[in-house]
């Protein structure tokens, strides 16, 4: 009897407590478009919203603006991320899939050789291959080498071309969550596929050696658990949410499962508990926890939610001006006004073929960075290499590296640059921007940029 009145005592408390959760709106993004949300180890919030991604500290908002390579569109609008160590992928509403690095440089991967399609999710693997997901295409995939593969129906035995969710788990498993069910590829390529899930995936998360999944069917959404990866467990829901189509689910520091739709509700030791105070969304898109237990939700026309007390500033910045320079006529004589720095600037350089041999028609583009130079002393450059993947990749880097250096050693002949200012890199074919698989967009990996710093 005492063991009984202990569990309903704890229960109690555990509903009081939760009962008093409320959500409150971030003013900085409020009206925005939240469609993915993740947390890194030193618990920043990142946002992939219309336009760029945003960075949540403990005290500001900052928005970093991505300008679209495509000129139809200004910016790319985000709606998928993943982050690493060393980086964060953002997938956008068209195909290109964007890599930034911790200086936020970046590299741009188009995957829209077959038609535009949305990226709905992103998963980093450990063999370091990035999955992205996609909403009509299957699913891209970009090794360690930046090699472009496309697994489909067609091809491979994914259950439909309509993918919702990817997810690489510990054991080097890709999971996804397709229009018409699970299926999954191991390590040793071979495929499974789970008839018990035959409806639309639209949320897998790895927790405690399981995953938790969300089936979406006539029936309404369901919940299953693939305990210890061998069992398959129907976590029963309640009626008030099996009703809608749920979006996302994530796991907090205490082991309480969090479920977003149009609502928000939790499940413990297989009891639910639903807050809706503050709750403004009719439509939640993604969820997730911080180490405080806090909750983060990204929404569809709301903004960002959350239980935590807002950050100090609750405006947004801008850390980087959306103005992408893709030419030194822009910079020209302006270099105080526009954000030159740390933007990869193509420079407009002809070579011999097979060597580092500039030609004549290169000198337009050179004297006028000779000219920056020489009128901005402070500035320090770094001049980087490509080529395309055709051939021997340790030649290509030669080549590129030399390339590179010509370039510095025309600037520090003709305009007597300081050799210091100037550094060289070459990349060979490890950093395309097209697809190497066709000479009319793999001419465009062949080429000479120009990074500025102070």
Same mark, same amino acid.
């Given at each position: 009897?005492? +063991? ?45 919203? @219309?336009?760029? %991604? ?47 690095? &911790?200086? @936020? ?31 009509? !295409? ?9 090699? +472009? ?28 969550? *397709?229009?018409?069910?699970?299926? #999954? ?44 990866? !061998? ?27 969090? %479920? ?16 809706? &105070? ?20 990204? *929404? ?77 002393? #402070?500035?320090?450059?770094?001049? &980087? ?22 370039? +510095? ?10 050799? #210091? ?21 793999? #001419?465009?990996?062949?080429?000479? @940029? ?5």
């Amino acid at each position: 009897m005492k +063991k009984y009145l202990f569990l309903y005592f704890w229960l109690l408390v555990f509903s009081a407590s939760h009962a008093q959760t409320r959500f409150y709106q971030v003013k900085a993004l409020e009206n925005n478009v939240v469609h993915c949300l993740k947390i890194d180890q030193y618990q920043h919030k990142w946002l992939g919203v @219309e336009g760029g %991604i945003v960075q949540i500290t403990a005290d500001s908002v900052i928005k970093i603006p991505i300008a679209s390579p495509d000129t139809t569109f200004k910016h790319l609008n985000i709606s998928a991320l993943a982050l690493t160590d060393s980086c964060k992928w953002v997938g956008s509403y068209t195909s290109y899939i964007v890599k930034i690095f &911790e200086d @936020e440089k970046m590299q741009f991967f188009d995957f829209g050789i077959l038609g535009r399609s949305l990226i709905t999710d992103i998963a980093v693997s450990k063999d370091n291959k990035v999955w992205a997901a996609s909403a009509d !295409k299957g699913v891209f995939v970009l090794d360690h080498l930046n090699r +472009k593969m496309l697994f489909d129906e067609k091809n491979s035995k994914l259950l439909d071309n309509q993918v919702f969710r990817v997810l690489a788990d510990k054991n080097n498993t890709i999971w996804f969550g *397709t229009a018409k069910g699970l299926c #999954s590829l191991d390590k040793t390529n071979t495929w499974e596929k789970y008839r018990l899930l035959s409806g639309q995936i639209t949320a897998i998360t790895e927790h405690q050696n399981s995953l938790w999944i969300i089936s979406v069917t006539e029936r309404g959404s369901e919940l299953w658990q693939y305990e210890n990866m !061998k069992s398959w467990t129907n976590h029963i829901l309640p009626k008030r949410i099996a009703e809608t189509r749920i979006m996302d689910i994530n796991f907090d520091a205490k082991n309480r499962l969090w %479920i977003v739709a149009d609502k928000v509700a939790c499940f413990h030791n297989e009891e639910w508990f639903f807050f809706e &105070e503050g709750f403004i969304s009719q439509s939640a898109l993604c969820v997730a926890t911080d180490s405080d237990n806090d909750i983060w939700v990204g *929404t569809e026309g709301k903004g960002l939610l959350t239980t935590a007390i807002f950050p100090k500033k609750n405006t947004i910045d801008e850390k980087i001006r959306d103005k992408k320079i893709t030419s030194l006529d822009q910079i020209q004589n302006s270099t105080s006004e526009e954000n030159i720095y740390e933007q990869a600037i193509p420079l407009k350089v002809q070579f011999e073929q097979g060597n580092a041999n500039l030609s004549l028609s290169s000198e337009a583009d050179l004297n006028q960075l000779g000219n920056i130079l020489q009128a901005n002393p #402070s500035l320090q450059l770094r001049i &980087e290499g490509h080529t395309d993947n055709v051939g021997n990749a340790a030649a290509n880097v030669q080549l590129s590296q030399q390339r590179a250096e010509a370039v +510095k050693n025309f600037l520090v002949k003709k305009y007597t640059i300081q050799a #210091s200012r100037i550094s060289c890199i070459g990349y060979g074919g490890t950093k395309p921007i097209a697809d190497n698989r066709f000479e009319e967009t793999r #001419s465009k990996n062949r080429r000479v @940029e120009i990074v500025f710093s102070r």
